[in-house]
Each structure stands twice: as C-alpha cells, then as structure tokens.
T-cell receptor
C-alpha cells in the first residue's frame, strides 16, 4: 500500500534553471496539496489541486511557480528560473475528498531543493 | 496575527517527565486539529488528531482542545529521548468552496535529555 510518493528526493539546480517536482498521490486520492518548508520554519501552504483543476493557489508566488495535476500522471510543481531563496523542502500530501470531514493529511517524503 | 502560533522552543525536559506543547489559533471556523511530529530532515508524521472540546488520549500522548480559548495542546508523558523532534500544530480551515486547507504553526522543538 504505497503512500504519497514524491520524486526526486533531492534536487540541485543552478540559479536560472528550472525545477520540476513530482507527486503521486495515494491510490484513490484525487486531491493534492503542496507545502513548502524553509529551514527552521513550519510548512507553508502553496496550492491545492484536484484532477485537472487548481482549487486554491493563494500560497503560491505569482511568478515563476506553477502547478498542475493532469488527468493521468503525477502532480507537478514547476519552478522556473530558480533563485537561492527557492531552496527549501517541498512536501506533497493527498486526500480522497475535499469536504468537511476529519481526514488528516499524510505527507510524502518531500523533495529537498538546493539552488546553487 | 498568525493563524496558528506556537512557541518555537526549544523546550527541554528530562527523560521521564511530561512535555507540554501549546498552540493557539486565530480563526473561529477551524474544525479539525492535528499534531505532527517531524524529525530533522524527515517529513511530518501525524501523531494525534482532535475534533471536539476536551481531551483525547492515545498511549503516552494526550491532546487537549479548548475551542472557547482557541487553544490546543499536546502532552507527552514519560518523555523519551526518541521524542526529541519538532512538533507541528495544524488546524483545518473550511472554505466556502467546500474544501478545507491545513494551516501549520512554525513548530516547537522538543529536546528530551537523559
């Protein structure tokens, strides 16, 4: 029973390059959340997606960042023209539904992005 | 005011003692409350959830929720060195679009010394 799968675990990019982070939700889950964690800080909400739809992207920077969750395949968080300040751990979580229930989120192992 | 606030610590307790971790939240429409444990370099791991006023116990862990005071706490009895980690308080907010969003505090570092 695979949990939330994220890859790569570690990603090193030079300033100006693009970073692509992938998240495969748990089986049967169609809702994906992305969070960013800077060193010594808590998790900051970035974006919430359902299949083929962005529901809430209020935590995602307007420029250089984009996210998608296609009908087939994993969710992708894309960061264009990375800068050193993008260095962080990016966590993905999934859930089976969006409604007002008590389902906690379970997180993947994260992708640690380092921008040199 | 931040939506979810925690004392960053570190909170240092001796082995065998009770560790008390506190969290306050600012939004009255919060509906679910969680405590996650995060070891350095690892992903958050859910350890407790609480959905109504009062106490909830699970092994050495007790979560306490006081909705009137907008306060949630985590007690760890018989603290062990392996409990040394950062504890993240998280609150679910329900939005008018029918979805919820989990908001985290900055975390409290706990150090249990032998």
């Amino acid at each position: 029973n695979a949990g939330v799968m994220q890859n790569p675990r570690h990603l090193v990019r030079r300033r100006g390059q693009e970073a692509r982070l992938r998240c495969s939700p748990m089986k049967g889950h169609s809702h994906v959340y992305w969070y960013r964690q800077l060193p010594e800080e808590g998790l900051k909400f970035m974006v919430y997606l359902q299949k083929e739809n962005i529901i809430d992207e209020s935590g995602m920077p307007k420029e250089r960042f984009s996210a998608e969750f296609p009908k087939e395949g994993p969710s992708i968080l894309r960061i264009q023209q990375v800068v050193r300040g993008d260095s962080a751990a990016y966590f993905c979580a999934s859930s089976p539904r969006a409604g007002a229930d008590h389902s906690p989120l379970h997180f993947g192992n994260g992708t640690r992005l380092t921008v040199t | 005011q931040k939506e979810v606030e925690q004392n960053s610590g570190p909170l240092s307790v001796p082995e065998g003692a009770i560790a008390s971790l506190n969290c306050t939240y600012s939004d009255r429409v919060s509906q679910s409350f969680f405590w996650y444990r995060q070891y350095s370099g690892k992903s958050p791991e859910l350890i407790m959830s609480i959905y109504s006023n009062g106490d909830k116990e699970d092994g050495r862990f007790t979560a306490q929720l006081n909705e009137a005071s907008q306060y949630v706490s985590l007690l760890i009895r018989d603290s062990q060195p392996s409990d040394s980690a950062t504890y993240l308080c998280a609150v679910t907010l329900l939005f008018s679009g029918g979805y919820n969003k989990l908001i985290f505090g900055a975390g409290t570092r706990l150090a249990v010394h032998p």
